[in-house]
């Protein structure tokens, strides 16, 4: 295996990035990070301050700034994106120029029911929002994102991910 192989996992808010990121992670024994999390170390700033203090166009440069240098790191590692973060500053190309973009594709009802069960304050984009009002904001993102989400090199569809099933496909195009 490549000693820089990088993995970047993106998908709608609530597919799993983090989740299965961190068993990717310790599956490869790669380091594992998440852009949302760095971008808050980077600035110092929690992602909804930066969202309420200087709005998401401002928050679109911080994510690509930091997407930028993680990319540029000569390491391997698993990087759980931003839900956004693909869909904003010509960034799938980055990721798809250094990496190897995997598209969690997880039903919307399924990611409604993990949203409403998790904490909705770190999720600017779903805050004081019922079941309702979260599936019809799941269904605009996806339509708005579904064109960069595609040009992932693997999709994986569905609710569960086994790393097996991840292995396989990465050997399968690093062999191609
Ligand atoms: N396979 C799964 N089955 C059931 N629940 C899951 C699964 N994967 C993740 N979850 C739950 O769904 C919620 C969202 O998961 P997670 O935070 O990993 O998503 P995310 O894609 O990183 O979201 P965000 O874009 O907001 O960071 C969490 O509460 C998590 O525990
Ligand atoms: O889907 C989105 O646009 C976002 C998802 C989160 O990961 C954060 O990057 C931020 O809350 C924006
Ligand atoms: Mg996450």
């Known amino acids: 295996m490549k000693n820089d192989l990088k993995v970047v996992l993106i998908g709608l808010p609530g597919s799993g990035k983090s989740t299965f990121g961190r068993q990717l992670a310790l ?4 380091p594992y990070y998440d852009l949302d999390t760095l971008i808050e170390e980077r600035f110092s700033l929690k992602i909804p301050e930066i969202f309420s203090r200087y709005g998401e166009g401002r928050f679109r440069e911080m994510e690509t700034e930091t997407l930028e ?3 540029s790191w000569e390491k391997a590692y ?4 931003g839900g956004g973060c693909p869909c904003f500053n010509d960034n799938m190309d980055r990721i798809n120029e250094k990496a190897i973009s995997v598209y969690l594709d997880v039903p919307l009802e399924e990611i409604s029911e993990r949203l409403e069960a998790s904490k909705v304050q770190n999720r600017p984009m779903f805050q ?3 079941s309702g009002e979260i599936i019809l904001k799941l269904k605009s993102l996806q339509a708005q994102r579904d064109s960069y989400y595609r040009q ?3 999709k994986l569809s569905g609710t569960d991910f086994s790393t097996e099933l991840l ?3 990465l050997i399968h195009l690093l062999k191609n």
């Open 27 to 30: 599956a490869l024994h790669f």
């Open 69 to 71: 240098e993680v990319l």
């Open 78 to 81: 698993v990087l759980a994106s």
């Open 128 to 130: 004081g929002m019922g």
């Open 152 to 154: 992932a090199k693997i």
């Open 167 to 169: 292995f396989s496909e």
